[in-house]
């Protein structure tokens, strides 16, 4: 079946540590997201590819980075420079065109202690 | 610059009875509209969009949108609500300007979701 694979679920870090969320997806989907949900604000955009080896930063890219070097993997890490990087991580893809909906993975939960 | 509004945190509705789950939105064209829910610790499931053409628009699960220009809203309902339905539900937007004047925006803008009890 086709779909997003997100993983670790869950992931416990220490403060300073960077960590790495792995997304892959069989969609054949050129475009990738990565969104961050914390309780109250919905959904912020991090980070954005539409193709391999280009990304885009969104709304709230600091103290994140990201890697296109193929269009089934979208890979995020959370550096030591994010503030507060306690939350849900959701990755999602889409057809290239303007109408197509994202179709989201089942999401990464980090907490940093 | 695109925005969408869900104005109420939680709605309670009581099994049976219709449910409507208010959005309103803001762009700059024509808006591509969406609808998704969410289960506990869950991704994003997908219930339907309006794009062009009959403002009534039917998804998943027996929902159903009401695209309204005038009002620049596009209000989730259900005529009948079961006690599974009770989940947080997420409004979204894409300005389809964006296709021309940034063509590497292509993200949905999300509302900060409001959250459907059903009551048994």
């Known amino acids: 079946d086709g779909g997003i694979t997100q993983s670790p679920k869950y992931l416990f870090r220490k403060e300073g540590q960077n960590v790495t969320l792995s997304c892959e997806q069989n969609l054949n989907h050129d475009a990738m997201y990565w969104y961050r949900q914390d309780p109250g604000q919905g959904l912020r955009l991090i980070y954005y590819?539409?193709?391999?080896?280009?990304?885009q930063k969104g709304d709230i890219a600091e103290g994140y980075s990201v890697s296109r070097e193929k269009k089934e993997s979208f890979p995020l890490t959370v550096t030591s420079a994010q503030k507060n990087p306690t939350a849900f991580y959701l990755c999602?893809?889409?057809?290239?065109?303007?109408?197509?909906?994202?179709?989201f993975g089942e999401g990464s939960r980090l907490t940093v202690l | 610059a695109q925005s969408v509004a869900q104005p109420e945190d939680q709605v309670n509705v009581a099994e049976g009875n219709p449910l409507t789950v208010k959005c309103t939105y803001s762009v700059s064209g024509n808006p591509y509209l969406f609808w998704y829910v969410q289960y506990p610790n869950r991704g994003l499931q997908f219930l339907l969009k309006?794009?062009?053409?009959?403002?009534l628009v039917k998804g998943s699960y027996g929902f159903e949108a009401e695209f309204n220009k005038s009002q620049t809203s596009f209000h989730l309902k259900k005529p009948s609500a079961l006690v599974s339905d009770s989940a947080l539900y997420f409004c979204?937007?894409?300005?389809?300007?964006?296709?021309?004047?940034?063509?590497?925006?292509?993200?949905?803008?999300f509302g900060s979701g409001t959250r459907l009890q059903v009551q048994p």
């Open positions: 999602a893809s889409s057809t290239d065109r303007g109408t197509g909906e994202l179709f």
């Open positions: 309006y794009i062009t053409g009959d403002n």
């Open positions: 590819s539409q193709i391999v080896n280009d990304f």
């Open positions: 979204a937007v894409r300005d389809h300007l964006l296709r021309h004047m940034d063509t590497g925006r292509r993200a949905l803008t």
